[in-house]
């Protein structure tokens, strides 16, 4: 089996964790900070709102099962992709909408997918805020994090 990587802010990485785990040929999730300035964050940095990092979920997938361009549908069904550093009740950059690419073929299946969606009036009046950055180190988060909903017996947060 072939795994490929992937990797998506969508809001609180819980959340979004949680949701893309249940996608069959998603083999392995860990949530964590990409994108910004500061080695080594700690989710007490990333809050400060400073940082310059996103909250993300990492995935790694099997493109024989799952392609990315359904993880992207799930992506912009898990957030709104129009809220400027904002899902729901959290805001801060840490928050933003955002697909760190891991190959130039994810990077254009990602602005297909806008393009897409935005030629669809999907989401009008508004417009999608979603940035598809180059992907960076991705700094696994605290382990309390990781598997924060399935470990406390939950299923999902606010998003």
Request: contains cysteine; proline residues 5%.
């Amino acid at each position: 089996m072939s795994t490929e990587k992937a990797t998506f802010g969508a809001g609180c990485f819980w959340g979004v964790e949680a949701a893309f785990a249940l996608i069959p040929g998603v083999t392995a999730t860990a949530v964590g900070y990409e994108g910004g300035k500061l080695d080594r964050p700690t989710y007490k940095d990333v809050c400060t709102d400073t940082t310059g990092h996103a909250e993300v979920v990492e995935l790694d997938f099997d493109p024989d099962q799952v392609s990315f361009n359904t993880l992207l549908d799930a992506f912009f069904e898990l957030h709104d992709p129009t809220t400027l550093n904002r899902q729901g009740p959290d805001w801060g950059t840490q928050y933003r909408s955002a697909i760190f690419f891991h190959s130039p073929e994810q990077q254009a299946q990602a602005i297909a997918k806008i393009d897409q969606l935005t030629a669809e009036g999907r989401y009008k009046p508004k417009r999608i805020v979603t940035k598809v950055e180059p992907s960076q180190t991705f700094w696994r988060a605290e382990d309390y994090h990781q598997e924060y909903l399935k470990k406390r017996g939950l299923g999902s947060c606010h998003i």
